[in-house]
């Protein structure tokens, strides 16, 4: 027997799970090589569900979420000039960074709680589109820098000038390694979130598919000569949920 459109009043939990594709924004003039050049990498996405419904139209939703975000760049890379210390001969004068190309990809992963308006408009007897958006609040679990490949490493940028040791070029560093960043980032994050979403109802489960966003307004690094990358993703998602 179908249900009628009146949605039930009260608490909703469930679970949900997709991918997120995120994007590390550089705002151009404020970003450096270290930063800008960033592709997409796709990750996992999921969480569980808290939804109270005050009447058929409003509710409120939160979410504790598993978030992968970061990206992936290959070419050319700024290298502090301290990482290859050993190499450099005592009172031999180099600027602060060094310059390669190799690959390089940021892995990081968030635990999220957005807090979420939701406005939900039935569309038939047990359809209902929705509406929503609001704050979060994200903290850094997890933080690698992969490198990989094989390079000679320059002191300028157009690649004119060799790093050399008592005379003789450094040739080809293997980059292959990875690293953990966490320390070099800021742990917390805030943002807003927002998308829409339609379902399937039934008297004790419902069913759904979200498609959203994130966008984090904290920088990434604590160090602004790092970069000033911000965080933001396209989530897509499906899940159930249970009448309570």
Request: charged letters at 15%; aromatic letters at 14%.
């Amino acid at each position: 027997m179908p249900v009628m459109a009146e949605a039930q009043k009260g608490w909703q939990t469930g679970i949900k799970g997709g991918i997120s594709i995120p994007s590390l924004r550089a705002p151009k003039g404020m970003g450096s090589t270290y930063s800008q050049g960033f592709q997409t990498v796709v990750g996992p996405q999921f969480g569980i569900v808290g939804e109270y419904r005050f009447n058929n139209f409003f509710s409120l939703q939160t979410e504790l979420n598993y978030s992968t975000q970061g990206g992936e760049k290959n070419g050319e890379q700024r290298i502090q000039t301290s990482d290859f210390r050993a190499y450099i001969p005592a009172g031999v004068n180099l600027p602060n960074y060094l310059y390669s190309n190799f690959g390089n990809k940021i892995s990081l992963v968030y635990l999220e709680l957005p807090v979420l308006a939701k406005f939900s408009f039935p569309l038939a007897s047990q359809y209902r589109l929705s509406f929503f958006g609001g704050p979060y609040v994200g903290y850094l679990l997890r933080a690698d820098a992969k490198a990989s490949g094989k390079n000679k490493i320059f002191t300028d940028p157009a690649k004119t000038a060799e790093l050399a040791y008592n005379g003789f070029a450094l040739g080809e560093v293997d980059f292959n390694r990875t690293e953990d960043i966490i320390s070099q980032l800021n742990r917390t994050n805030f943002g807003i979130q927002g998308g829409s979403s339609i379902a399937y109802e039934t008297t004790v489960l419902n069913y759904f598919f979200t498609i959203g966003g994130t966008y984090g307004f904290n920088r990434l690094q604590k160090d602004p000569n790092f970069g000033n990358n911000k965080t933001g993703s396209l989530i897509i998602n499906i899940g159930v949920t249970r009448n309570l």
